[in-house]
């Protein structure tokens, strides 16, 4: 470590909430107003609009507004809108605002007059934009005097980087206090903040320093592949991931509202999957909401099955075969039996030669993994997840592939984006992995229903194909 980062340190162990540059109280004033100032000001619009337009005269009119405030704030939240930007500027967002407050109050057109509900969501509408920009003046004149700025480390200290890293200085109002930089090779002297290190250090510097923003700028010195690694490791950490595209001074056709900005420079907000519960307690919800009926579907089919394994072969239906279920975790799961007897199945990749005619039929319809239903009703599995891998080739492949170690931050599953996409059986090891950390990146709850839905309808075709 550098003489700089051990001092920064030293300053970060001062006390407990005591980051550089700041008090515990403040690192607590500096907290409340990041995650309560946006909603606070929009409840705060929305009651002064509920009032002004009359909507809530009555008891009835007062339990619907309730019921309208709370979907308003959920849609804003759902949308990042209570997120606080670098850039503090409003006008990005009007548009999203506005559909935020505009499509609840459909619903109130049952119950109040159509004239209530117009005025309910014109005052709104301009209230919640004329709060958040109050509030955001507010917040850059507080900026400008060194209140409630927020700690942040550029990784990359080429020359971008540190030009990235005077602007934090020159722009007061931006709310960020630099606390240095980090990249690959030796640390540069000629800059006004120190070197914390290499990108390997980030996670470490994240929470020693209690940095909030994290700006990922374009490096000669450190490879793209291994920026990648660090950010996935580092997704967890209550810091805000930026990055700044190659190309920034080209348009990108993403949505204005969904970019942020540091002085005239476009930064891209990482997505944080895996740091707040809800993602996976969503996965989980909907892992317990279908696959029950799944099971309760296919138990027919399945009966089939096992009477026709048990028949043709003369072996148990099941089997039990141990594979790494996501994050190190090894879990025995349930599968038809399509093999004939041998001693390598747990190390032997090709199996198509010891398959009987009516396993290789399962396998290449897949039905052979309908008993994993078990395996994810008890929670040892998801439905939609990277495929899970025997130990033996699991610790091969994260030695050879590069990123295959990522794909297991998200539990198995009995079906995955890969799959779907064809990339099963005897194909390419360092697809799958990309497609399963695409997967990863950008799952979501419709990701997920897409993906089951194409996976019925390949199962659908496989059982036709069986029956025939």
Known sequence: M?????????????GPGVTPGGSAGT????????????PVADVAALLAAADISGASSNARGRLLCALYIAAVLVVLAAGRLHQLRICLRVSDEVGRILIA?????LVLLAWL????????????GGLVVVGRAVLCTALRAAHRRGLLTEPAVVVGAGTFGAYVAELMNEHPELGLRPMGLLDAGPPRRDLSVPSLGGPADLTDVVRRLGIRRVIVCFSS?????????????SRPLRADVYVVPRLYELGMAVPRGCLDELWGIPLIPLRGFGRAPVGPVLKRVLDCGISPILFVAAAPLMLVLAVAVRLRSGQTPLFRQARVTGNGRVVPIMKFHTLTAHDDHDTRWTAAEH??????????????????LVNVIRGEMSLVGPRPERPYFAERFSREIPSYQDRTRMPAGMTGWAQVNGLNGDTSIFERARFDNYYVEYWSVWLDLVILARTLAAVARGAGQVRS
């Open 221 to 233: 010195t450190c490879r793209d592949e291994d920026l990648v690694t660090v950010m996935r490791a």
């Open 27 to 38: 690192t607590t004033a500096r907290a409340a107003v990041r995650l309560l100032a946006l």
């Open 355 to 372: 398959s009987s005619p009516l396993g290789r039929r399962l396998r290449a319809t897949h039905m052979d993994e309908l008993p994993q």
């Open 2 to 14: 550098t003489g700089d980062y051990q001092r920064a340190l030293a300053k970060a162990r001062a």
């Open 101 to 105: 407050t505009t499509m609840p109050v």
């Open 113 to 124: 007059p159509a004239t209530r509900v117009l005025w309910l969501a014109l005052w709104s």
